[in-house]
Antibody, heavy 119, light 108 residues
C-alpha cells in the first residue's frame, strides 16, 4: 500500500528558505501515470495547491507562488522535495504531499507537517 | 485562475438526514471535479473524482453529480462518521488546481 510521509524543520525564521521532503513507500515514484504534489493549509483555513512534479522532472507551479517555489525529485531515494524561499508569517501552514493523476486528482496524501514561520 | 465557490459554508444536520453541498466553478471545468472529506488534524480524503466517480472504499451513500460549472455532493443518510469539512477541487489541466473554501458539516 502506497504511503507518503513529509519531513521538515517545523520552525523557520522569516525571510529564510523552507525545505520539505516527501518520502514515498510501498511503490515507486518513477511512474509515468502519476504526478507528485504539495498542498498547504494555513491554520483554520482552506487548501492551497503549491505545485506538482513528475518523475521526468517536469514541474508545474501555482502562479501565485511560482517566483518563490522550486521542486525536485530523487528517484534513487523515492523522494520529492519542496523549497519555498523568502518566507513570511503567511507561509505558516500544514504542508501536505500527495499523489496526483489527471483522472483521480489527489488520491493519496501524507499526514502533513506543520510549519511555523516566526521572526 | 478558476474560482471555486461552495455553499453553504456551514451545514447543520442530523444522523440519517440527506444533505447536499454545492460547488460552482467560475468557468467550465467539464467534469474535472473532486470532492474531499477532512477531519480535524487529518489529511483530506478523496471521496469523488471526475465529478461522479466514487473512490474505492468510499461508502455508496456518497454521490456526486454535475458538469460544466455546477456540481453537487450528496450524502444520502448521514452517519456519525460523516461530520467533517468537505472541499471541492477543480483539476482542469489548463489552469492551476484550486479548491473551494470548504463546507463544515455539523451535528444539529
Amino acid at each position: 500500500q502506497l504511503q507518503l510521509q513529509e519531513s521538515g524543520p517545523g520552525l523557520v525564521k522569516t525571510s529564510e528558505t523552507l525545505s520539505l521532503t516527501c518520502t514515498v513507500s510501498g511503490g515507486s515514484i518513477s511512474t509515468t501515470d502519476y504526478y507528485w504534489g504539495w498542498i498547504r493549509q494555513p491554520p483554520g483555513k482552506g487548501l492551497e495547491w503549491i505545485g506538482s512534479i513528475h518523475y521526468s522532472a517536469y514541474t508545474y507551479y501555482n502562479p501565485s507562488l511560482k517566483s518563490r517555489v522550486s521542486m525536485s525529485i530523487d528517484t534513487s531515494k523515492n523522494q520529492f522535495s519542496l523549497n519555498l524561499n523568502s518566507l513570511t508569517a503567511a507561509d505558516t501552514a500544514v504542508y501536505y504531499c500527495a499523489r496526483y493523476s489527471g483522472d483521480l486528482a489527489f488520491d493519496i496524501w501524507g499526514q502533513g507537517t506543520m510549519l511555523t514561520v516566526s521572526s | 485562475d478558476i474560482q471555486m465557490t461552495q455553499s453553504p459554508s456551514t451545514l447543520s444536520a442530523s444522523v440519517g438526514d440527506r444533505v447536499t453541498i454545492t460547488c460552482r466553478a467560475s468557468q467550465s471545468i467539464s467534469n474535472w471535479l473532486a470532492w474531499y472529506q477532512q477531519k480535524p488534524g487529518k489529511a483530506p480524503k478523496l471521496l469523488i473524482y471526475e465529478a461522479s466517480s466514487l473512490e474505492s472504499g468510499v461508502p455508496s451513500r456518497f454521490s456526486g453529480s454535475g458538469s460544466g460549472t455546477e456540481f453537487t455532493l450528496t450524502i444520502s443518510r448521514l452517519q456519525p462518521d460523516d461530520f467533517a469539512t468537505y472541499y471541492c477541487q477543480q483539476y482542469n489541466g489548463y489552469s492551476p488546481y484550486t479548491f473551494g473554501q470548504g463546507t463544515k458539516l455539523e451535528i444539529k
